[in-house]
């Protein structure tokens, strides 16, 4: 009995790193298996290197990507990091205000 004692807080200590650490790490890595699994051509997408582009081709193993008007590169599909949104701000500069129109100073010097 004592030795079940002695083991208890290695035991629950192991408990909590599968919960907290493990456990979520395992379900994000499914989601993004999952994720690059349904790319479609057209979907717009970044790459985990931080670089935005199209998809252009699928194989089974590389994704072609269009990164310029003209410029496409191939890349596993491991390498695809997110897909964007129809609609990301991020992407589109002509929302939100043009450059200088930001929030008026009203402090006076």
């Known amino acids: 009995m004592s030795t079940l004692v002695n083991l208890l807080p290695i035991i ?5 790193f599968w919960l907290l650490i493990i456990r979520p790490q395992t379900r994000r890595q499914k989601e ?6 349904s790319l479609t051509v057209g979907d717009r997408v970044m790459l985990t290197s931080g670089v935005f582009g199209e998809v252009r081709e699928i194989t089974d193993e590389h994704v072609g990507v ?10 596993v599909r491991g390498a695809i990091g997110s897909i964007i949104p129809a609609h990301d701000p991020l992407e589109d500069p002509t929302d939100g205000p043009a450059l200088g129109e930001g929030r008026a100073e009203t402090e006076e010097r």
Request: a neutral charge; charged letters at 20%.
């Open 12 to 16: 629950l200590i192991a408990l909590v």
């Open 66 to 75: 269009e990164i310029a008007d003209g410029v496409v590169i191939r890349v």
């Open 32 to 37: 993004l298996v999952r994720m690059q699994g």
